[in-house]
């Protein structure tokens, strides 16, 4: 399904980041797509079978970024189909549900997925969902923020419902992969990097002369 409105499709970008949304299923990943697409939240939401689609163009650090973000199943039965989209991406949120022992426990085997099939350079946000459930937390804050740093992630709290820090998260990840490109840790130009440049003379202040032919390395599924 895609949530791209038709003003976003004249739209010129610098760049374009290919974005996933990883976690167990019930975490609530499509609600939190859903708010920062269509700034509302997702009434009918049930499990997402496969993979779902959703982009929007934001500004980041003066840059002009279209985030394409892949929304995946949580369930395991889709866990081969899902696989295969995480080729390519150049950030992803890691999902878990701060009511939800379960869904926390779960995240270093997501985390490896994502290092191991999209890239070991991916830059990732974890997101702790529901904080609107206050009185239900099984997860604290304190022990997640742990768990990201031993794993060198950043971490928000955020809230699919109420739209707490879930702009702020894609943000987040948004302006760090900017960041890695300014600094050179991170090269447009390399197949499967999860970024492309949008308006052409972005890329040609950008190319060194001997950067070669960029002929067929800049799509997004590489």
Known sequence: KSLKTSKEMTETYDFLFKFLV?????????????????????????????VEFGSRVVMVAGKTVKLQIWDTAGQERFRSVTRSYYRGAAGALLVYDITSRETYNALTNWLTDARTLASPNIVIILCGNKKDLEADREVTFLEAARFAQENELMFLETSALTGENVEEAFLKCGRTILNKIESGELDPERMGSGIQYGDTTVRQLRQSPQAGSAQGRDQCNC
């Open 22 to 50: 990883i976690g167990s299923a019930g975490s609530g990943k499509s609600c939190l797509l859903h708010q920062f697409i269509e700034n509302k939240f997702k009434q009918d939401s049930s499990h997402t079978i496969g």
